[in-house]
């Protein structure tokens, strides 16, 4: 196998999940939040502030003056000026890179679709799903309430498409921004598993 696949996900989908099972399926490594700790080790910034900024544009600048104080790494001219949250990015899109250019794997979220735009093995995929079943899921996992539930559903998913469309030439969520958008609600994880599998497969044999 040599694709790299990147699974951006509404939250509630079980994008994750699907991620890991696919990349137990083909036998290859699956990084979502091992993803800020490989940035954080090769960027020199604390993981804390990798986990504060992750999948979160922020445009305060007092916020941005404060922590660029406490950064380290990434200070090379050019980059003295920058907003912390830009330094952080750009030290998960270099951290996307290696782990892509290291052979096969899934990377979930992060804009990792864009960050490896030029790379002719890469399979964009996006998972999303009907809010009932998301709330569902959701209400579950945490032990939530239907409405608080909901709420943190659409919060995150604000986070997730705000930060994609800030940072990407692309609109989170829209269809033409992946080369596959899969409804996880339809299909049950398993499913959606399976129906990727084929794809995949596909892909390579083409």
């Keep these: 196998m040599k694709t790299i696949i990147t699974i951006g996900r509404q939250f509630g989908s079980g994008g ?94 992060r804009c990792a679709d864009y960050a490896l735009a030029d790379y002719d093995n890469c399979l964009s995929v996006f998972i999303h799903g009907d809010m009932p079943c998301k709330i569902k899921r959701i209400m579950e996992k945490y032990q939530l309430t239907e409405n608080k539930a909901k709420d943190m559903i659409m919060k995150k998913d604000r986070q997730r498409q705000s930060y994609y469309n800030y940072y990407s030439s692309k609109k989170w969520g829209a269809s033409d921004s992946y080369d596959l958008s899969v409804n996880s609600s339809v299909l049950g994880v398993d499913g959606t598993v399976n129906l990727l599998k084929q794809f995949i497969t596909d892909f390579e044999n083409k």
């Design 16 to 109: 994750r999940e699907i991620g890991e099972k696919l990349a137990k399926e083909f036998g290859i490594p699956c990084y979502d939040k091992e993803l800020l700790s490989r940035a954080a080790k090769e960027s020199g910034f604390c993981e804390e502030l990798i986990q504060t900024h992750d999948e979160r544009p922020t445009n305060s600048f007092l916020y941005n003056l404060v922590m660029d104080t406490y950064s380290f790494g990434y200070n090379a001219a050019g980059m003295i000026d920058m907003p912390i949250s830009q330094k952080v990015f750009l030290a998960q899109f270099d951290a996307i890179k290696k782990m892509a250019d290291e052979g096969p794997c899934i990377i979930v979220g």
